[in-house]
């Protein structure tokens, strides 16, 4: 009984996660900016700035930017223990400044237990991206076709660099604005 339980439990997470994907979506971004902002103010720093898109058509949803540094950052989230092996890449990221992605892990209650990171030096843009496979749209149309997205393409876990903490995630992005 208790591994029906179990089963049950764990079956109603995965559901929630999907069905609230865009409520699970904006809780984490403004988890992450506050985050960000909070560890800015225990360094003592008081001018970065964390802007967001209201849509990520130029294929961000974070703009980090302090001094010389401007990071356009891609989001994308997992429940830790997923099995996802790669995550969709915008094209468009790879003509911002400093364009990067941060692919969240997180608990069945929304905390942060780490982070990876797809990206490179301050200035510099976003790692080649464009040799990784095109990403198809998930439902087909009525003849069960499914259209590329040719703007999109996936990047797979490999790629990216683990940080476990908040402060080794805004490390990465600002470096030595960062201090």
Known sequence: MAVAV????????????????????????HSLVAGLLRVLWQRQIFDAEILRSEFDAGGYDLVVSRNATTR???LKATVAG???NDIDVNLN?????????????????LLFDHFLWFGD???????????GKVVKHTKGDGDGNKAERPN?????????????TIEDLLDALLREEAH
């Open 6 to 29: 179990a089963a049950v439990a764990a079956a109603g997470s995965a559901d929630k996660h999907s069905r609230h994907s865009v409520l699970r979506e904006v809780i984490l971004e």
């Open 72 to 74: 356009h950052v891609q």
């Open 82 to 84: 997923g099995k996802r």
């Open 93 to 109: 990221l790879a003509g911002k400044p400093g364009g990067c992605v941060v692919w969240m892990f997180v608990t069945d209650d």
């Open 121 to 131: 030096e301050p200035g510099r843009p976003l790692p080649p991206v464009v040799d």
């Open 152 to 164: 999109l393409r996936e990047v797979k876990r490999s790629a990216f660099k683990r940080l476990e």
